[in-house]
């Protein structure tokens, strides 16, 4: 190797995450009565979601405390998805209200952002359910990274140093309400927000575990999910961009020995953490920080997911067994990089090294022959 391809090898770490949000774990959905915050990771991360175009109760303002406290009082850092409305996660090509949208979210923006300064775009437009008022209700990657690069310049305008990031895609291959795979979705999204000049500053996903498996398989497909996600991301050049996961799960039946259920997703909320924290030591794409789906049992139908609906049911709360307290074990794992962790060399091995290729290089050649 020449030593110009070796200098090539020899890259600096991304820089370390903001000072919230200084470990790996976190929720989706904090705990919130409207005024006051309840429990949650402290000094993690939380996913928020902002309605623009929903009731009150899903807008900005009112979500206005619960930032304030968390950020304040619990040293999180707070990742906000903003949606249209729920059912149409990005406003139509054909919706009135497309013309406007961008500013509705620099509004957004704005009353939240001494609290936060990552914002996502949507979710997982590429399930069906999401579509609303799109033709075939299938948000198309070209149609969506209009609307993303529109939606990030305009909040480049106002708030330059804030991260606006790409809506997490439905992850699996098609299947039910997902009409294209996340994967592919990923990839030509990502394609079609280049092909319009635009840029992208990060990257929310979604991975889950099956809740057919046992928790070391779970970790296991968990892992292999947002590994295959990182690819697609890394194909296209983007190495260096923070992602996040910010919704990630396993089912856990409501029904039957509550105990027995909840024990197997707590092993596998042990084991993922672990199994992802040395993904983030390795020389890997890393992960920021992790949101789990969720917390707030009062958001309507999740308990099959919520910590705070299995915080009082199956494995008491501080014994083996109990979800809260496998997510609460987890606090040791710090947030992962911003970027990529790559091989670094020290300069005084960099320095040894080329001299020594170049002393190579002066040596007298043994000649053929006798």
């Not at 391809?5 to 705990?31: P, Q, R, Y």
């Not at 996502?120 to 209009?146: C, F, K, L, M, Q």
């Not at 030509?188 to 280049?194: E, F, L, P, R, Y």
Request: aromatic share 12%; charged share 15%.
């Amino acid at each position: 190797m020449s030593g110009l391809g070796l200098i090539g090898l020899v890259t600096l770490c991304s820089v370390s995450a903001f000072a919230n949000g200084e470990k790996l774990f976190g929720v989706h959905w904090w705990d919130y009565d409207g005024n006051n915050a309840g429990q949650g990771p402290i000094g993690g991360w939380t996913t928020e979601t902002i309605v623009t175009h929903s009731a009150p109760w899903w807008q900005a303002p009112y979500f206005a405390p619960l930032f304030q406290q968390v950020h304040d009082q619990d040293g999180a850092g707070i990742i906000t998805r903003i949606d249209y409305n729920w059912g149409e996660t990005v406003p139509s090509p054909t919706n009135p209200d497309a013309a406007n949208w961008s500013q509705s979210v620099v509004q957004t923006a704005q009353t939240l952002g001494a609290y936060s300064n990552t914002w996502i775009i949507g979710n997982e437009p590429n399930v069906t359910s999401e579509g609303n008022g799109w033709a075939n209700n299938r948000v198309t990657p070209d149609g969506y990274a209009a609307v993303y690069k529109e939606v990030r310049d305009a909040i480049k305008a106002v708030r330059p140093n804030d991260d606006v990031l790409l809506a997490a895609p439905s992850p699996g291959g098609v299947a039910g309400p997902r009409w294209m795979s996340g994967n592919q979705w990923l990839g030509q999204t990502i394609d079609a927000v280049h092909n319009l000049g635009g840029d992208i500053d990060g990257f929310a996903i979604h991975a889950y575990g099956n809740p057919f498996a046992g928790a070391d398989v779970a970790a296991a497909q968990f892992q292999a999910s947002y590994a295959s996600q990182l690819a697609v991301i890394d194909g296209r050049g983007h190495q260096d961009a923070p992602v996040y996961i910010t919704e990630w799960a396993r089912t856990t039946s409501t029904t039957g020995d509550l105990a027995a259920n909840e024990a197997v997703t707590a092993a596998f909320i042990t084991q993922a953490l672990a199994d992802l924290h040395e993904w983030n030591q390795g020389y890997h794409h890393n992960i920021v920080g992790t949101s789990w789906f969720v917390y707030n049992q009062d958001y309507g139908g999740w308990q099959d997911f919520s910590l705070e609906w299995w915080r009082s049911q199956g494995v008491p709360e501080g014994q083996l067994g109990d979800m809260w307290t496998a997510l609460m074990n987890a606090s040791q794992y710090p947030a992962g990089i911003r970027g990529s962790r790559q091989l670094i060399i020290p300069e005084p091995a960099v320095s040894a090294l080329l001299l020594s290729v170049a002393a190579a290089s002066l040596r007298p050649q043994r000649k053929a022959g006798p």
